[in-house]
């Protein structure tokens, strides 16, 4: 146990706080109980509703009084130095007279039937503290913001909360600051998720960056999660086609000019593992239709940034000028969007040409993988074999490190595995945060976003060759 301020936490901290209610009710309606209590470093308000409210109809706000911070003084109780409206945080700034907030980061808001649940970061409720006196202000409006009810209550948190013994500790880190780019806040990013499926928004929300993947996730979660300070990232495959496409119908078989063909003369070369076609980044018609899809990702889509996957194609056709294509692509990318940030999956080749235009690269199945041939009891999840390994261990440090540091560059790992693998999971995550990478924890499919709380922590056996 550890004492602070006369308040025990507990291995299995749950701070559950006292509550100081002062209900105002209005046209019958009311905020019948409102609690506040802090999880790990996560804050949760929970509100109950009353009378004939519906939660359609109305909006929540919530006001934060920090003990000794400064902030708007225009409403009772105050100074209120942060607001959550909307599952977007602000910060108020400015005098303290003035109804001026900054965004800072997101809460999560969940309602069923009469109640909401709105959580967030303890670090975004205390700022610069590590530890204070919280009352909150919970204001009911309806649609023409005028007030309907408001109810108070009041706790102590804590910025940072010991972890039961032999479990890992979470990550310990500031919310990146809403006023900075996209592009920057990609570069502080210190959680990311790839994600294929559709809604799953609340889950998401919790990652400083997502992959995800049209139009399975529609553009009101993309902009919903874009509002939160989640850095969104619209897949885009530069490499291969789902299906064929005719194009300008000058390529084999009477399709687009930009497929393949080797494997079967007169017919579009297919990848049979992913059911797809390969495509030529070195035919400008490709190149232009990969450029209008960027723009509808981002224009229609919602999307901050790129994901661009199935770079290395060119390895695949190394005579073909699939690899001059594929740097002229990249190049054209940015042109076209300068201000959004842009990851690639592997192209470790092209990387030196590339890497002052882009902000990240992946390295896909980095310590665990799916081993997909052989029979149905040999498909399943795995530790890379040792060759693997040390090759991959040799690619960061001698050909990646160098080019990211140089460039500001992110490195992500991505890591095929079941939840319940949890020593295999914690093996990834150390390597990964050893060899300087973020890493998830995914199915293959990438269509479930896991809860794993594992946190890797530093291991000097993976700078060493495994032998």
Known sequence: MKKTNGWIMTSAIVLAIALSMAVHRANGSSLQKVSLAQTGQHVAITIKMGGLISLKNVRLQILFHVAHAAGYTGAAGGPYSVMVEDSVVYAHHGSSAAWRWRKIGAASTIRKESIVTVKLSSHLVLGASKAAPVRILVRLLDADWNLIATATATGHIVADVPQPKGTAAPVRVRPIPMTTTTRQRLAAAKSYYCYYGSGQVHALSHYDVVILHAPQMSPGDVRTLNDQGVVTLG??????????????????????????????????DKNGQWDSYYANCGDAAWRALCVRRAANLIKEGGFAGLFLDCVNTYEIYPHSGARLGAIKLVTELRHKFPNVPIVLNQGFKILPQVAPLIDGVMLESFTLTWRSSGSDAARKYVLQNRSTLNWSRRLVKKRLDPICRTYHLKLFALDYAMPKQLNRIETAENRAVTLGCLDAIAPVALDKVYNVQTVGRFEKKWLLPLR
């Open 235 to 268: 897949y885009l495959c530069m490499g291969e086609t789902s299906r064929l496409l005719h194009g300008d119908r000058k390529g084999p078989g009477g399709y687009a000019s930009w497929y393949f063909s080797t494997q079967t003369p007169g017919q579009p």
